[in-house]
């Protein structure tokens, strides 16, 4: 069943965190998060991004200063990796969002290792939201780490930082999945999109896995600097 956006914000905002599994390396997803954070902003409190978190140090500089030569200048934007995560688009979803409100904090917590990364994510997620609770958090993250079940992947059980995250918070959890039915993402490399020729709009999901599935038309590959 497809719901309104107006509908989908109203279920949001009865949550203390929301999960949005996104595919690396579109220019639709971060702007699409930013009207769901616009919508939602005076019950926001941190932003999580699946940043590596050495590199707060240099938000937090540029969070100070406001000085857009301080946002250009985080190292994550400016390696050779290109997978998506350090996209021009993803920075300047972090300009908006600082620039809407000053009382969202946003936070980098991937703890850039390989093990027990989605563990990781999960534990530095329930540090911050034990800080402060009651007001309503938001993790961009890839779409398997959003997901609120283990996965399979290649024969390989893959436990998912939603599966921690639902275990502790249970109905105060609201995971959402981004998907398209044409067009193409930058992750590592320019991929198209395997699309279904599903109806565009907002559903809430057969599966376990998510609850809502956000559809969209198109993907656009991201721009890098």
Not at 159 to 182: E, M, P, Q, R
């Amino acid at each position: 069943m497809d719901i309104s956006f107006e509908k989908f914000i109203e279920e949001i905002s009865k949550k203390e965190l929301l999960l949005l599994g996104e595919v690396h390396g579109t220019k639709e997803i971060p702007k699409l998060t930013f009207d769901i954070i616009k919508k939602l902003n005076n019950n926001v409190n941190f932003i999580f991004l699946e940043i590596p978190k050495d590199q707060q140090i240099f938000l937090d500089k540029y969070t100070n200063s406001k000085d857009e030569k301080d946002l250009l200048s985080i190292p994550f934007f400016n390696t050779s990796n290109k997978d998506g995560r350090d996209s021009k688009d993803i920075l300047f979803l972090i300009k908006k969002v600082i620039h809407l409100s000053s009382k969202i904090k946003i936070k980098f917590i991937d703890p850039n290792v390989i093990e027990n990364r989605d563990y990781l994510m999960y534990k530095k997620i329930k540090e911050l939201l034990k800080s402060q609770e009651n007001k309503l958090s938001i993790f961009l993250t890839g779409n398997v780490h959003a997901s609120k079940k283990n996965l399979i992947i290649n024969d390989k059980q893959i436990l998912t930082c939603g599966n921690y995250l639902h275990k502790w918070l249970k109905d105060k959890l609201i995971s959402v999945n981004f998907s398209a039915n044409k067009g193409s993402f930058f992750n590592i490399r320019l991929t198209p999109v395997n699309g279904k020729n599903r109806k565009n709009g907002i559903f809430i999901s057969n599966e376990e896995n998510y609850d809502f599935e956000y559809i969209l038309d198109k993907f656009t590959p991201c721009d890098f600097l």
